[in-house]
């Protein structure tokens, strides 16, 4: 970090003054992307410290000088820059915007589709509508939420269509431009999906930025409990660590501990007990994470402990039934042989397939089970990994 740069982000107004007077008033762009890449270095409340003493600097006199800071895309300075430029908005300003826009950088165009959520130019419907598509996902976001706030529906409408695709890479990219949107009438239709989907940990971790787990849990147990198991099932392997902090997951958890003990509640705390010590327990996991997420999963693990398993356990059985969404975790959890053999005559392949292997983990596997998965399923691959079970 250069001299500048550490007094810009420094305590004394004697030194940050003058660098934040002169980064706006002579556009130093190098200063502007040293202090963009600096990003994941800086704590949260110096960046915003940051950001409002270069916004003081701002005015009708320089405001145009922003402009070539949009070369450098900075979520933690984004509002600083579109703020001041839409302050001192006027036709030629929007005109300047939309040419960047239409030719600019990834970078640049990730400003713009924010400006018009500020100005909205019916102009830039067309590319907002083009960039929603993009692979950067930024850009697609500040896109589709621009459409929402000009209540244009195209976005909305295709992504829906692509829930119905065969592809599940589509269906995943649907639930993100839906969830970016920001309707929340799309909720049922994305649980659904998750429902029937092999990316439901990846849908789980999308769904929670546009419905969060108390209102999930407010509308529908059954389906809270469902996205929570998810999200537990996927953190360190699908989905950040640092999102237990975005899905408040702790102050969830303290909340399912205080509720009346059933099999669904059960499942979820056993497994989610199960999960966080794993996480603890082995520093690969945490090595990389930051103190406040470190924190969170440890937080979490001393939260957990506090349950009694074994009583909890006790109530696991009860999801032992192939209609169940937490049939797979009561299959991890369960020593009830007789229950699990039940399931062997299920209608659901992948139920009969994990009620054997759970079987052969109790040790209580036969011959007579493995003839019984065979007449239950008919496709031949799964029938050659059960023989070979």
Not at 124 to 151: G, H, P
Request: hydrophobic share 40%.
């Amino acid at each position: 970090m250069n001299e500048r740069l550490k007094k810009l982000t420094g305590k004394n107004p004697k030194d940050f003054e003058p660098v934040a007077y002169h980064l706006v008033n002579n556009s130093d762009v190098e200063l502007f992307a040293e202090l963009v890449k600096s990003e994941d270095f800086l704590f949260d409340f110096v960046k915003q410290n940051v950001a409002k003493r270069l916004a003081k600097v701002c005015n009708g006199s320089n405001y145009l000088n922003l402009l070539n800071f949009l070369k450098y895309y900075s979520p933690s300075y984004e509002e600083f820059i579109i703020s001041n430029l839409v302050k001192y908005a006027d036709e030629d300003l929007t005109d300047k915007i939309l040419e960047i826009f239409e030719n600019g950088t990834e970078d640049e165009k990730t400003y713009c589709a924010k400006y018009f959520s500020y100005i909205q130019d019916t102009l830039a419907l067309n590319l907002l509508i083009e960039n929603a598509y993009s692979e950067n996902s930024t850009l697609s976001a500040n896109c589709v939420l621009t459409l929402a706030q000009m209540n244009d529906r195209t976005i909305y409408n295709k992504a829906i269509e692509m829930l119905e695709s065969d592809d599940e890479f589509t269906q995943l990219d649907g639930v993100k431009l839906l969830v970016s949107y920001g309707d929340k009438t799309a909720v049922p239709l994305i649980i659904a999906l998750a429902k029937k989907s092999s990316f439901a940990e990846n849908i789980a971790g999308e769904l929670l930025y546009l419905a969060d787990l108390f209102t999930l849990f407010d509308e529908n147990f059954e389906d809270a409990m469902f996205i929570t198991n998810l999200v537990i099932n996927g953190l360190g392997e699908i989905l950040s660590l640092s999102q237990v902090c975005d899905f408040q997951l702790y102050n969830f958890l303290e909340m399912l501990c205080r509720q009346p003990e059933n099999s669904a509640l059960a499942v979820v705390l056993v497994n989610a007990a199960d999960k966080f010590s794993t996480l603890t327990e082995n520093d690969e996991y945490l090595y990389d994470e930051t103190k406040d997420t470190k924190y969170e999963i440890l937080e979490i693990k001393k939260l957990l402990s506090k349950n009694d398993d074994n009583k909890l356990k006790t109530f696991i059985d009860g999801e032992l039934h192939a209609e169940s969404l937490l049939v797979y975790t009561a299959l991890d959890f369960t020593h009830n042989a007789e229950k699990v053999r039940a399931l062997l005559s299920s209608t659901n392949p992948t139920v009969v397939l994990k009620s054997l292997e759970t079987l052969k983990r109790l040790n209580s596997l036969t011959d007579e089970d493995k003839n019984t998965a065979l007449k239950s399923v008919s496709d031949e691959n799964i029938k050659n990994i059960i023989l070979a079970i």
